[in-house]
């Protein structure tokens, strides 16, 4: 494309990662003319995505799904069962059905991006009827993030802890290392249909997240607690993002200065679980039959009753982000003693504002002594963990690893920039990877520029900043 070329389409989708992907794919098939910008194309997406089986679309082909779980584990106390298939998405085959046959695909960092056209950095532009932003967020700074480490295990190493189809999404056991006094964060286990499994420690809430260092060490500990010995070089992934991006703002009449956010960027991250692809996925085609209809996609995809729900999932993520772990294990407990449709509308459900009330209610009624409540509402404790990694830096902390007798092995806590198998990409974040973020990211990573959603190559990093959606993960 020569430097001043200039081109006209229906929609110009910004980013390519699965939601901005899957976008310009169904309105490619819906007969719109599509213009899609991204630095990399055609890479395979780095990051490990999971979600329930019951939010993909009808129209994902069994392909995209590279492992089921027919009914996961959360651990609190004790081992609870959650009858709700869970499964992990196939970055190769997500990535080949969503095919851009069709579609004019530009290789590019978008510079400046508006209602109607997008500048890239080499000069060149392109005008839309509508252009929609797919870029993921910046580094979430103070901001409530989320944040994990994971690292892939062979599946017979695993086997102690995951074997067959089984995994575990929330385990809250005691033996990650991390006493008392110190931010919670659990374990994320499951495969990821490679012959791997994903060991993610990962943190929700947490104002500025919990650095890679640590999450890394307490990953360790706890394989160490299950005898399970690594070599040192498996590669792993790192996340790091923010769980509060609100909807955007509808727009009455035609939308002119702005373009329309889609995905992460468009408040489609799940404040309480970090989870984003399968929801965004979800309303890709609802997106899309605005956008035909000459109408704004924000207004059709945030009623006001899903507005309503994400408000209150937001009273949950600060809530979870006060706590101490012994009161988040308490807190899950009792919510998972909600029915399958107050479980659904907290996890996922766009709109169901009432069930997702009584779930609210329930779970700080049924959380237990009763003083707790008041730091789960946030009367008290408000600012437990403000700060408390800028004044407990990561020399403080003892990089060692505890293992019981008999299980000592060549485990480090030193990040090495290892590669995923399944892709030529080095490790990011998002679940949660950088190179690799819940859903978690990488030690190394292609970063994306906050200002303009650009990937440059970056060193080995101990608290990588979030990409764009490919980054994203869970």
Not at 52 to 72: G, H, K, N, Q, Y
Not at 243 to 269: H, K
């Amino acid at each position: 494309m020569t430097a001043r070329h200039v081109r006209d389409a229906d929609l110009c989708v910004v980013g390519l990662g699965p939601t901005g992907r899957a976008l310009a794919h169904r309105a490619g098939l819906a007969g719109l003319s599509v213009v899609a910008i991204d630095p990399r194309p055609e890479r395979i997406w780095a990051p490990t995505y999971g979600c329930w089986a019951d939010e993909l679309p009808d129209w994902l082909p069994d392909r995209a799904v590279a492992s089921r779980i027919a009914a996961p584990t959360v651990w609190t106390t004790r081992p609870l069962r959650i009858d709700r298939p869970y499964c992990v998405l196939s970055k190769p085959g997500l990535h080949e059905a969503l095919p851009l046959d069709g579609v004019t695909v530009l290789p590019g960092r978008a510079a400046t991006v508006s209602g109607h056209r997008v500048e890239l950095a080499d000069g060149s532009s392109v005008t839309a009827a509508a252009v929609v932003d797919a870029r993921g967020l910046p580094a979430p700074g103070p901001r409530p993030a989320a944040s994990a480490h994971g690292i892939f295990v062979d599946a017979e190493l695993a086997a102690p802890m995951v074997a067959g189809d089984t995994g575990l999404l929330l385990d809250w056991r005691a033996e990650n290392g991390a006493g008392p006094d110190e931010p919670p964060s659990f374990l994320y286990a499951v495969p990821v249909g490679d012959g791997k499994v994903i060991f993610e420690e990962t943190s929700l809430g947490l104002g500025g997240g919990v650095p890679q260092r640590e999450l890394r060490r307490r990953t360790l500990n706890r394989l160490a607690a299950h005898g399970i010995r690594l070599r040192g070089d498996e590669p792993a992934e790192a996340a790091h993002y923010p769980l509060d991006q609100p909807p955007p703002t509808a727009v009455s009449g035609a939308r002119s200065a702005a373009a329309i956010p889609f995905g992460s960027r468009g408040g489609m991250m799940h404040p309480c679980t970090g989870y984003g692809v399968a929801a965004s996925l979800s309303l890709v085609d609802p997106a899309v039959a605005a956008l035909r209809a000459g109408q704004d996609p924000v207004v059709t995809l945030w009623p006001w009753q899903a507005r309503l729900v994400y408000w209150m999932r937001t009273r949950g993520l600060h809530g979870m982000g006060r706590l101490t772990t012994e009161q988040t294990v308490t807190m899950f407990e009792a919510f998972f003693t909600a029915t399958p449709r107050q479980q659904r509308a907290l996890l996922s459900a766009h709109d169901d504002y009432a069930a997702l009330g009584a779930a609210l209610f329930l779970t700080v009624a049924r959380t237990w002594p009763f003083r707790w409540r008041y730091d789960l509402v946030g009367w008290t404790n408000r600012r437990r963990w403000a700060g408390y990694y800028a004044a407990h830096p990561a020399d403080t902390h003892p990089a060692t690893i505890t293992h019981p007798a008999g299980t000592a092995g060549p485990m480090t806590t030193a990040h090495s920039a290892t590669t995923h198998p399944s892709t030529s990409h080095p490790a990011s974040t998002g679940h949660l990877t950088t190179t690799h973020p819940a859903g978690t990211g990488h030690p190394t990573h292609p970063a994306v520029d906050a200002a303009g959603g650009a990937e440059r190559d970056s060193p080995a990093v101990l608290d990588p900043v979030l990409p764009d959606d490919r980054g994203v993960g869970r």
